[in-house]
């Protein structure tokens, strides 16, 4: 039996309505986590782009129908992605900036290329944003926390075929043209439709269980079940709730707040010269010194590139640098004492509240930044984020650090 396109269309349009409703509902129905909400977004997304498909196919809609279809194709596919992001606990907004930048190119494409009611018009663009999208997404599900997890594998897996299929489908639109036989024999719309139906059963049927197992773990976004290693030092994912949570109050009560990151520099170098037991030794000798000094109240906690980070509550901004300093030094310290065969060089960003805000992400992010920005420094260990680099006096450690 051999289906023409328009059928495969509207085979393809039913199965992401069913699958795609079922998880969107049962998104509605239930507390769910944020990394659910973004995929139930990338569903219905989905749901626009194959009914803006059908209607092509079946009407004389214009370049409009096609344009919809591909921009909200690509968004459904990026969307997937940005789901993975957050699953492993990473920020969202500056992807969700991209993949809404490439919807909008998307979409302009059909509009500059469209003529005699090509359903192809804009076509290359739609797909090399679905190739990209969907080979990140499957690189996502490689690290943090999804790689804890064998049900992520399954999503993995489609997402990489899904690249694959449109890498070639770029390819022979390029090189062959949307026109050519062979194109349309083995990566038309027909196929892709094939493609398309086997992708949202496998990545709803995977979606459900990842969140299902994730909440089951938390109970509820906001439960007070914590992810800690067996040194008592956070995960990253714990980290940053707890973080929002004591922002949250702080912003409240109009209280300073600060988070301090700790990175180590050169540790990959350490392991290619000295062997990985070095390289943890030194990991681990600066972990202690940063749970020996750390404030009682505060927060310690790392994130999946083995920085560590702090959210503590400092009496001025004068206080939470004099902390960074004094870490720094135990940790030079530590690390002279702990017999370790180099001492690499550490870098210790500090953000305020009163600088950077009480917005969580901004607030990490800033901190990260002012790391590498003293890791890349000769002069200074300690940067905050938003203040000069460079101490009035180095003597006093109130501004940096010397080395």
């Known amino acids: 039996m051999t289906l023409d396109p328009d059928t ?34 990338g569903f219905i997304a989905g749901m626009i782009a194959t009914e803006a498909f059908l209607l092509d196919a079946v009407t004389d809609a214009g370049w409009w129908a096609v344009a919809i279809g591909n921009a909200a194709w690509v968004t459904a596919i990026g969307l997937l992605w940005i789901g993975c992001r957050v699953f ?3 920020q969202a907004r500056a992807t969700a900036i991209v993949v809404a930048a490439v919807a909008v190119i998307t979409f302009v494409a059909v509009l500059v290329d469209y003529s005699d009611r090509s359903t192809w018009s804009g076509a290359w663009v739609m797909f090399l944003g679905n190739a990209l999208f969907a080979g990140l997404g499957a690189a996502e599900t490689l690290r943090g926390a999804m790689r804890r997890t064998r049900t992520a594998l399954g999503l993995g897996g489609v997402l990489g075929l899904a690249c694959v299929f449109q890498i070639v489908r770029l390819v022979s639109a390029v090189t062959l043209g949307t026109d050519n036989e062979l ?7 027909g196929v892709a439709g094939v493609a398309t139906i086997s992708l949202v059963i496998i990545a709803v049927v995977t979606a459900s269980v990842l969140r299902a197992e994730q909440v089951r773990l938390r109970g509820t976004e906001d439960s007070s079940l914590m992810a800690i290693a067996p040194d008592g030092v956070l995960l990253a994912p714990s980290f940053v709730r707890v973080l929002g949570g004591r922002l949250m109050r702080a912003n409240r009560r109009a209280e300073l707040f600060a988070v301090l990151v700790i990175s180590i520099d050169s540790l990959t170098r350490i392991a290619t010269a000295f062997g990985a037991d070095e390289a943890e030794h030194v990991r681990q000798a600066v972990r202690a010194a940063a749970r020996r000094l750390s404030p009682t109240t505060a927060a310690l906690g790392t994130d999946d590139h083995g920085q ?16 960074a300093a004094r870490m720094h030094r135990a940790m030079l310290d530590q690390l002279g004492t702990a017999g370790v065969p180099v001492v690499p060089p550490i870098g210790m960003g500090v953000s305020l509240t009163s600088i950077s805000g009480y917005d969580r992400d901004a607030l990490l992010e800033a901190a990260r930044a002012a790391a590498r920005r003293a890791i890349a420094s000769d002069d200074v260990s300690v940067v905050v984020a938003g203040e000069d680099e460079e101490p009035e006096d180095p003597a006093l450690g109130d501004q940096a650090v010397r080395r």
């Open 308 to 323: 560590l980070m702090l959210a503590f509550q400092p009496s001025s901004p004068a206080d939470a640098r004099q902390l």
């Open 88 to 90: 492993n606990g990473r």
């Open 8 to 41: 495969v269309k509207l085979i393809t349009a039913l199965v992401v309505h069913v699958a795609g409703g079922v998880f969107v509902l049962e998104t509605m129905l239930r507390k769910d986590d944020r990394a659910g909400r973004v995929w139930a977004l």
């Open 183 to 189: 194109f349309r024999e083995w990566v038309s719309s």
